[in-house]
């Protein structure tokens, strides 16, 4: 069972498409960063390094469709990521009913950023707290906005998870092609900084740095494209001994001549993912180093990273893997 | 594929016998709101479900929750879950898939988060904890492994189709024989963040008392809860001898485009929906004894799916039975499809429909039985309409089973 990418988009710190994305994951190109400030009550101020997608581009791909005022970075990068993936004529085949589009959405924080603005206006003031924000807090806002820039009335679904949601998306994509759901399906994840989850992240280690976007694959089930193959997950048992089941997804004997990792540069939290794929002998492309950790988003990065290498005809196989924080570990194999 | 256990914790109650009990006597669960400030909120009561004492709690269940890391929700989860694994024969979940939804997830540990940040920025106390407890998969996870949970957990956040949606994907990984047995379902608690959400939409009934297809409703009242199904093969159900609940025929999902926070005034995915589900099952309008409604009481809400189930329905509508049982829990967003699917469960099984509370003129865009007191009457097939914020449609049909 395989499905087959017609379309990827990416809105990372690289920029805003995949070519960028492509360039500095091969490069091994390490982004800026900035600090997110915030100011505590009793006046302390706090800062976080953080990695920022580059700003909106002056001519946005939403142009002015009223559902996109109001929403927040995470709604930007994943309706950009997504028509990046589906392209002018499927976006205009889809808005005029010749073209059904399912979306799987995946995220690990949602939005964050209006969640924290309007937790803020309750505690200040919960009688005047801002009905425009209340609603983009909620965690299918995001995918509400696609579906209705696409003008899809196909299922559209929110995913919760750790880092490896991607790879149980792709399944699902799988799923609902079988199911004759839609003709196509979009696989998205994308997330958003703010200083709360960027704090959060700091907890699990202090060299922590969080970014942010989106990434998009466009599937469908047959035709001309790179092939997915055996996206799959597996649960952890016990956290504490995620190696071991990583080694259950990516075995020594396995084929490909890139492997594209959720490796981080930090040595604590790699130590499981390295004792698998120390021994894996091939290209070895970590995006998150450069990039920063956009959790989920990171995830899609590493398929989209995988899945170009093939296309561009600069290796013959590619294999994701992301050991997430703690819920599973994933894998999809990518080819021609 | 049929169902062979449920589980349900509402504001009537914990357990499948208190929630019939509750609709029996047409009771309802609205009592004030006293676990975080509602003082400067326009309503002030809510769907509130009664728990046990934590330590009790903790006492009575199998292996540890690490109670810090979680808030009320976690549970209501364990209560539903563990009532539906023992309806389906005191069976474990090694192995078995697991499909949640959940709308707020563990809100309440976000929320303690985010207030320490403010006002002890220094103190990381508690706060690792609070950020694992939080997310999703490690709150769920953390309760579903003391059932011995091992296999794949999907957590569908589609707002208040949420638990709908998880029994959908259920009822999917069945049909395609990806799987033999499944748990699935939905919840959510109550938090301040979500509270203060819908007041500020103006959503809520300051009354605090919902009134879903009265003509003068005022908004919804949110409740909590968490409703748990076991759905598996007929041919898993028949290799247990266990005692079969109900067929699940069909599920059908649909995107409504319209706003995202008001339905098409026509309910158009409604009406896709209930028409999907209604062809896959093979089965005519006229042939649903009971339609167990979204109904929030909101002005909008009700009017849209009114008109759906008209255009569903077509002269066939006057024989059309529907009440919104959000009037007697409130909204459980999240958690209320599910919680929605296990009362038409119960309503199939005790052969009861529903009263819808606290009506007192019927909208005009009602055009079906409304059913405003409970009816004892034999249901060979009930469906349940769910629907969420950004537009998430779902339907799911059940029927009685019939032994071949």
């Known amino acids: 069972m395989s499905l087959v990418i017609k379309g990827m988009g990416a809105v990372s710190p690289a920029g805003w498409n995949v070519s960028l994305l492509l360039e500095a994951s091969l490069a091994g190109a390490v982004t800026p960063i900035s600090l997110l400030e915030r100011t505590a009550n009793d006046g302390t101020i706090v800062s976080t390094p953080v990695r920022r997608v580059p700003a909106t581009p002056s001519s946005p791909p939403w142009g002015k469709h009223s559902r996109m005022r109001r929403v927040s970075p995470i709604s930007r990068f994943l309706v950009a990521a997504a028509l990046e993936a589906l392209g002018c004529e499927r976006v205009q085949q889809c808005a005029g009913g010749q073209l059904r589009v399912a979306i799987l959405f995946c995220t690990v924080n949602g939005c964050v950023h209006y969640s924290n603005r309007f937790f803020a206006e309750v505690l200040a003031n919960p009688a005047t707290a801002s009905p425009i924000l209340f609603p983009e807090t909620v965690f299918n806002a995001p995918a509400s906005h696609l579906a209705s ?14 880092e490896a949601e991607f790879f149980a998306a792709l399944q699902i994509s799988e799923e609902w092609l079988d199911q004759d759901a839609a003709d196509g399906c979009l696989v998205v994840a994308a997330e958003e900084l703010d200083w709360a989850s960027s704090e959060a992240a700091r907890l699990y ?6 970014s942010e976007g989106a990434g998009a694959l466009y599937v469908e089930k047959s035709g001309e494209g790179v092939i997915v193959s055996t996206p799959k997950v597996i649960p952890y048992l016990d956290t504490s001994d995620r190696a071991s089941t990583a080694r259950l997804l990516l075995p020594d004997e396995v084929k490909t001549d890139c492997l594209v990792t959720s490796l981080r540069g930090i040595d604590r939290l790699d130590a499981a993912e390295l004792a698998c794929v120390q021994d894996v002998n091939c290209r070895r492309i970590s995006p998150r180093i450069g990039l920063g950790d956009a ?5 899609a990065f590493q398929c989209i990273v995988a899945a170009s290498m093939v296309k561009n005809n600069l290796v013959k196989s590619a294999t994701a893997v992301t050991l997430g924080c703690s819920e599973q570990a994933g894998i999809a194999h990518f080819t021609f | 594929m049929v169902v062979t256990g449920a589980g349900i914790v509402t504001a009537l109650g914990t357990g499948w016998q208190a929630n019939l009990q509750g609709l029996l006597e047409q009771r309802h669960g609205f009592r004030p709101v006293e676990f975080f400030d509602v003082s400067r909120q326009r309503a002030q009561t809510a769907g509130v479900v009664t728990l046990p004492p934590m330590a009790e709690f903790q006492a009575s269940i199998q ?3 690490k109670l810090h ?3 009320r929700s976690s549970i209501i989860i364990h209560q539903a879950i563990q009532e539906a694994l023992s309806m389906a024969g005191n069976i474990t979940l090694d192995g078995v898939p697991i499909c949640v939804g959940t709308s707020a997830i563990a809100m309440p540990i976000g929320e303690a988060f985010y207030r320490q940040c403010l006002d002890q920025p220094r103190s990381m106390r508690h706060q690792l904890s609070r950020v694992h407890g939080y997310q999703a998969h490690n709150q769920i996870g953390a309760v579903v492994r003391l059932f011995g949970a091992t296999a794949e957990m999907r957590i569908i956040s589609n707002a208040c189709a949420s638990g709908a949606s998880a029994i959908g994907h259920a009822f999917h990984l069945i049909r395609s024989g990806k799987a033999s047995r499944v748990l699935a379902g939905g919840f959510d608690a109550l938090s301040q963040l979500v509270f203060a959400g819908f007041d500020s939409l103006q959503a809520l009934s300051p009354s605090g008392i919902p009134r879903p297809f009265d003509a003068h409703r005022d908004g919804l009242a949110i409740g909590e809860g968490a409703g748990f199904i076991v759905l598996e093969s007929l041919q898993s159900a028949q290799n247990r001898d266990v005692e079969i609940l109900a067929e699940m025929n069909a599920y059908a999902a649909a995107t409504d485009v319209h706003h995202l926070t008001q339905p098409h005034p026509a309910g158009c995915a409604a009406l896709q929906t209930m028409h999907a589900a209604c062809n896959m099952a ?11 409604s979204h109904g929030t009481g909101t002005p909008l809400n009700d009017v849209a799916e009114a008109n759906a189930i008209a255009s569903w329905a077509g002269d066939k509508i006057a024989q059309i039975k529907v009440s919104s049982t959000k009037s007697a829990t409130g909204h459980a967003l999240g958690g209320a499809g599910s919680i929605e699917a296990v009362i038409s469960l119960l309503a199939m099984k005790e052969g009861l429909i529903p009263a819808n509370l606290h009506v007192r003129t019927a909208d005009d865009s009602v055009k079906f039985d409304l059913v405003r007191a409970v009816r004892r009457q034999t249901l060979n097939r009930v469906l349940s309409n769910s629907f969420g914020f950004g537009g998430a449609n779902a339907t799911i049909l059940f029927s009685k089973h019939t032994a071949a």
């Open chain 1, 149 to 162: 820039f696409l003008e899809s009335s196909a299922p559209t679904d929110t995913l919760l998870g750790d």
């Open chain 1, 205 to 210: 280690h202090r060299q922590s740095v969080s």
């Open chain 1, 295 to 299: 959790l989920s988003a990171s995830t």
């Open chain 2, 63 to 65: 292996g540890r929750l």
């Open chain 2, 69 to 71: 890391r979680h808030d």
């Open chain 2, 282 to 292: 093979g089965v005519e309008p006229h042939e649903v004894d009971y339609i167990n």
